[in-house]
């Protein structure tokens, strides 16, 4: 099981990135920025897809056991 899967199941469907919903027409900015950004957000949402992708529950335990302090017994 990948860091992907784990994400899938407790993320809802929504997109990782978001535009305010309602940006003013009248904005010069607020008018073109979805459209404008919309690009670059799925290509990052697609590179964190593929990077948690890449990495497993098994994995991560193990550099959680590399990690952990040794413990000395009393």
Known sequence: ??????YRAVEDEASLFSVHPRPNPKCPV??????????AFAE???AMH??????????????LER????RRRA
């Open 1 to 6: 099981m990948t860091l992907l899967d784990v």
């Open 30 to 39: 607020g008018a073109r920025i979805e459209g404008t950004l919309s690009e």
């Open 44 to 46: 990052a949402e697609d």
């Open 50 to 63: 593929t990077k948690l992708a890449g990495i497993t529950l098994a994995q991560v335990v193990r550099r």
């Open 67 to 70: 990690s952990a302090p040794v």
